[in-house]
T-cell receptor
Framework: NAGVTQTPKFRILKIGQSMTLQCTQDMNHNYMYWYRQDPGMGLKLIYY???????DKGEVPNGYNVSRSTTEDFPLRLELAAPSQTSVYFCASSSLPGTAYNEQFFGPGTRLTVL | KQEVTQIPAALSVPEGENLVLNCSFTDSAIYNLQWFRQDPGKGLTSLLL?????REQTSGRLNASLDKSSGRSTLYIAASQPGDSATYLC????????????FGEGTQLTVNP
């Protein structure tokens, strides 16, 4: 199993450009998440999804959008990139709450720089 | 609002030493607590998950304990090795937040040969 995969690994954007960060999981998990990690900090939740067609905001959703058309995919969209969005972005997935071992599995991350 | 704090922010120890990493959280109404390892430039690897009803979990040289009522967890690493050098993050899942995790800022561990 590939687990959680993310593309691209690295990207440099100019201010005002847009891009989509891709995330795919092959574990048939209902729950998927997007986090950002700034240097020396923990992870902060941007958006999450409890299943196809259902998304909700996390702690820091401003400047981002998500969609969930399939169980496997959960893309994150930046519409007007700003320097404050320079960060490392992690996608994660987990099985349904209440299952015996509801851990989150993380992708390798996308390192984004906005200049 | 749940806040998670990890102390110390950085720790440097000689190889072979036993060590303890600390994690505290402000809201004791948690569903579980998870410890992760993060290597430089890499993603997160789950180490241990403790359900709120459990007191501890063990995996190899790692032992994680949970005192839910006092809002504390510790990660004990026995006989540390240079390969243990990484950042260790703890994260809590609140009972009412679905599966969302709140992360601490991590402890950067360096084990010197």
């Amino acid at each position: 199993n590939a687990g959680v995969t993310q593309t691209p690994k690295f990207r440099i954007l100019k201010i005002g450009q847009s891009m989509t960060l891709q995330c795919t999981q092959d574990m048939n998990h209902n729950y998927m998440y997007w986090y950002r990690q700034d240097p020396g900090m923990g992870l902060k939740l941007i958006y999450y999804s409890v299943g196809a067609g259902i998304t909700d905001k996390g702690e820091v959703p401003n400047g981002y959008n998500v969609s969930r058309s399939t169980t496997e995919d959960f893309p994150l969209r930046l519409e007007l990139a700003a320097p404050s969005q320079t960060s490392v972005y992690f996608c994660a997935s987990s099985s349904l709450p209440g299952t015996a071992y509801n851990e989150q599995f993380f992708g390798p991350g996308t390192r984004l720089t906005v200049l | 609002k749940q806040e998670v704090t990890q102390i110390p922010a950085a720790l440097s120890v000689p190889e072979g030493e036993n060590l303890v990493l600390n994690c505290s959280f402000t809201d004791s109404a948690i569903y579980n607590l998870q410890w992760f390892r993060q290597d430089p430039g890499k993603g997160l690897t789950s180490l241990l998950l403790i359900q709120s009803s459990q007191r501890e979990q063990t995996s190899g040289r790692l032992n994680a304990s949970l005192d839910k009522s006092s809002g504390r967890s510790t990660l004990y690493i026995a006989a540390s090795q240079p390969g243990d050098s990484a950042t260790y993050l703890c994260a809590v899942r609140k009972e009412t937040s679905g599966s969302r995790l709140t992360f601490g800022e991590g402890t950067q561990l360096t084990v010197n040969p």
